[in-house]
């Protein structure tokens, strides 16, 4: 994935409600749970060591960015994110909670690469008294690699609500490519990366505005 604005987010806030803990079994490198970062952690800093780190911050703009994070939210976490960004997906849960198993892929017939990975954490809206999703959080969900899949690493997908209510949708990634094979055909796997990441932003911004 190619890396877009590389910046610190603001110093307050909720974190939301995080779901998961701990180390996933069957997940192909062992640096695990780095894009897990919670509002307001900043996205750049503490990556693991030897893989190539990633980082995209999005602004959406939306009528009632309230409106549109819980949207956002409920999108990335019911995978309407891949599916809108033309992935097909095929998962053991509805909704992104850890545990639960995906493989998403690209492409037709022989030409499709499925990408295997299973959910670590999630995170959930976070709420006032009054039901209103509270200002200063990231709601989302990361997953990890599991054999079979091109690359070895982890992906974060976070809608985020700013303290002054802005929208930014967000992507995190570190990899390295799974054996040999694909390190041969890295630059056309980053590539792909980059062109499966525009599409996300894309749909987001589609998940944010309702559609």
Do not use: N
């Not at 701990?22 to 503490?46: K, V």
């Not at 939306?62 to 998962?91: K, M, N, S, Y």
Request: glycine share 14%; net charge positive.
């Amino acid at each position: 994935m190619e890396p877009a604005t590389l910046e610190a987010a603001a110093p307050s806030g909720g974190a939301g409600r995080r779901v998961g803990e701990g180390r996933m079994d069957g997940l192909s490198y062992a640096e695990q749970g780095s894009t897990d970062r919670p509002f307001p952690e900043p996205m750049t800093g503490g990556w693991p060591e030897d893989y190539r780190v990633a980082v995209g911050a999005y602004p959406l703009e939306a009528g009632d960015p309230a409106v549109a994070f819980e949207a956002l939210a409920e999108g990335i976490l019911t995978w309407g994110l891949h599916r809108g960004a033309g992935l097909r997906v095929d998962t053991t849960a509805p909704r992104a909670l850890p545990g639960a198993e995906v493989s998403t892929a690209l492409g037709v017939g022989p030409l499709r690469l499925p990408a295997p990975s299973t959910v670590l954490w999630s995170r959930e809206v976070l709420r006032d008294g009054s039901g209103q999703p509270v200002p200063g959080q990231r709601a989302g969900f990361g997953y990890g690699t599991r054999k079979g899949h091109p690359v070895r690493g982890e992906e974060g997908f976070y809608a985020e609500l700013t303290p002054d209510g802005k929208l930014i949708f967000r992507v995190s990634a570190y990899s390295v490519p799974a054996s040999a094979f694909y390190r041969l055909g890295a630059p056309a796997l980053r590539l792909v990366q980059r062109y499966v990441t525009a599409r996300y932003v894309r749909a987001a911004r589609r998940l944010a505005l309702g559609g």
